[in-house]
């Protein structure tokens, strides 16, 4: 069964400090799909990224950057030089090909203080 | 344009009202969703449409009827709902089914209050 953890529920940094999230996932399948979501006060989640399971390469996008591990089955994030702006809650999802629906973890709120 | 609408933003319904959501994208988009997030948890899988057809009911009840009028419109029609309904309900689209492994992009939701 494929499972979704985003161990931290809560997190508070000051700004400009960088800050990680952390998502680890379980499948069976070889391929599948990881993504993760930010979902400001507002209410809707904004798509940041999208990663299949044949590319372990790391991304970054300006102060955002994702990190893609099949040994330890994770996909973590990290925010560098964290704003206010950033303060949100953060999901990682899964996907599995031929499956039907994304899986979302928990959910990692995170406070970004001034 | 990787734009989502939904209508209305608020809504505050009594459980003997019928009511309906609206949600619309002109992405080109052929998979659409319905999702249900309560606070502080993760969005809830509710139906999904795959060029336009009902492929999937997460054992959702009756009370909720979704419908797609056209490849761009989702709806969910709404009648006798509960208070415990009360919810964000966001809608989103993908362009292909999610088993492609296409991102979804969501729309801003439609905060319900079942009165």
């Known amino acids: 069964a494929q499972k979704v953890t985003q161990a931290q529920t809560e997190i508070s940094v000051v700004e400009k400090e960088d800050v990680t999230l952390d998502c680890v996932y379980e499948?069976?399948?070889?391929?599948?799909?990881l993504f993760w979501y930010k979902q400001p006060p507002s209410g809707e989640l904004v798509f940041l990224i999208r990663?299949?399971?044949?590319?372990?390469q790391n991304e970054i996008s300006g102060r955002y950057s994702w990190n893609f591990q099949k040994s330890t089955s994770s996909f973590n994030f990290t925010i560098t030089a964290s704003q206010v702006v950033d303060s949100a809650v953060y999901f990682c999802?899964?996907?599995?090909?031929?499956?039907?629906?994304?899986?979302f973890g928990k959910g990692t709120r995170l406070h970004i203080l001034p | 344009d990787t734009e989502v609408t939904q209508t209305p933003k608020h809504l505050v319904m009594g459980m003997t009202n019928k009511k309906s959501l609206k949600c619309e994208q002109h992405?080109?988009?052929?998979?659409m969703y319905w999702y249900k997030q309560k606070a502080k948890k993760p969005p809830e899988l509710m139906f999904v449409?795959?060029?336009?057809?009902?492929?999937i009911n997460e054992s959702v009840p009756s009370r909720f009827s979704p419908e797609c009028p056209n490849s761009s419109l989702l709806n969910l029609h709404l009648h006798a709902l509960q208070p415990e309904d009360s919810a964000l309900y966001l809608c989103?689209?993908?362009?292909?089914?999610?088993?492609?492994?296409?991102?979804?992009?969501f729309g801003p939701g439609t905060r319900l209050t079942v009165t």
């Open positions: 989103a689209s993908s362009q292909d089914w999610v088993q492609a492994g296409d991102e979804q992009y």
């Open positions: 992405m080109g988009h052929r998979a």
């Open positions: 990663r299949n399971s044949f590319d372990e």
């Open positions: 499948t069976r399948d070889t391929t599948y799909y």
């Open positions: 999802a899964l996907s599995e090909a031929g499956d039907d629906k994304i899986i």
């Open positions: 449409y795959s060029y336009e057809k009902l492929s």
